[in-house]
């Protein structure tokens, strides 16, 4: 099983970026994939859930109608496209996939809903 993060960077305050998800090595339509990240010193949060359409994408409310997540499920790949961004937004953001076929339903916005978890890339909003 691999989780793959790319796209972080140094980005402005107001600018954008997106991150991408690849992922491999289990069954990509029976898992949502969802975006945690951790600022210095910081707990890690919750940002996004990414299910299989969009009527089930949801966004933490610090990032609401500044962020979109996306899937192409052609290529096991979610994306997040990041705009506005804010110093806030800085840190290490990770995905996760949870299986959504688990019985009792594990929430996606929870690290223990969480099955693997890939190595995460660095999003620093600075001037």
């Known amino acids: 099983v691999q989780l793959q993060a790319s796209g972080g960077g140094l980005v402005q305050p107001g600018g954008s970026l997106r991150l991408s998800c690849a992922a491999s090595?289990?069954?990509?339509?029976?898992?949502?994939i969802a975006w945690f990240r951790q600022a210095p010193g910081e707990e890690r949060e919750w940002v996004s859930c990414?299910?299989?359409?969009?009527?089930?994408?949801y966004y933490a409310d610090s990032v609401k109608g500044r962020f979109t997540g996306s899937r192409d499920n052609a290529k096991n790949t979610v994306h997040l496209e990041m705009n506005d961004l804010k110093s806030d937004d800085t840190g290490v953001y990770y995905c996760?996939?949870?299986?959504?076929?688990?019985?009792?339903?594990?929430?996606?916005?929870?690290?223990?809903?969480?099955?693997?978890w890939g190595k995460g890339t660095q999003v620093t909003v600075s001037s």
């Open positions: 990414i299910g299989s359409s969009y009527d089930t994408t």
């Open positions: 996760a996939a949870s299986n959504n076929l688990s019985k009792p339903p594990r929430p996606c916005n929870k690290e223990y809903g969480m099955d693997y």
């Open positions: 090595g289990f069954t990509w339509d029976d898992y949502v």
